[in-house]
C-alpha cells in the first residue's frame, strides 16, 4: 500500500522554527508534484506549498512566503518542509499529498 509519512511536528513557540518531514515512495518525487497542506481547527484544508517533480518550481501561499521553505532529498526519499518565525497562525496539522495520495498529518502548535 502506498504510503506518505509526515514526521517532525511538536509544540513551538511563537518565532520559533520546525521542520516537517514528508517520506514518501521514491519513484513518486519524478512522477508528482507533493505538496503540502494544512488545516488549522475549525478551517478548511489550505494548500501551503509545491515542489514540482522536475524541481524547477517551488510554489508558496501568501501566508508563509519568506518563512517557509520546501526541500527535498531524493535519495531520503523525503520532502521538508523548514518552517521559521512560527506564528499562533500556522497552528495546524499538516500533510503532505502527492496526486490522491496523503499523509496521515503531523500536528503543529504555536504557543506561549
Known amino acids: 500500500q502506498v504510503q506518505l509519512a509526515e514526521s517532525g511536528g511538536g509544540l513551538e513557540q511563537p518565532g520559533g522554527s520546525l521542520r516537517l518531514s514528508c517520506l514518501a515512495p521514491r519513484f513518486f518525487f519524478s512522477t508528482y508534484d507533493i505538496k503540502w497542506y494544512r488545516r488549522a481547527p475549525g478551517k478548511e484544508h489550505e494548500w501551503v506549498g509545491t515542489f514540482s517533480r522536475d524541481g524547477t518550481t517551488i510554489a508558496y501561499t501568501e501566508s508563509v512566503k519568506g518563512r517557509f521553505i520546501i526541500s527535498r532529498d531524493i535519495d531520503k526519499s523525503t520532502l521538508y518542509l523548514q518552517m521559521n518565525n512560527l506564528t499562533p497562525d500556522d497552528t495546524a496539522v499538516y500533510y503532505c499529498?502527492?496526486?490522491?495520495?496523503w499523509g496521515q498529518g503531523t500536528q503543529v502548535t504555536v504557543s506561549s
Open positions: 499529498n502527492a496526486y490522491t495520495y
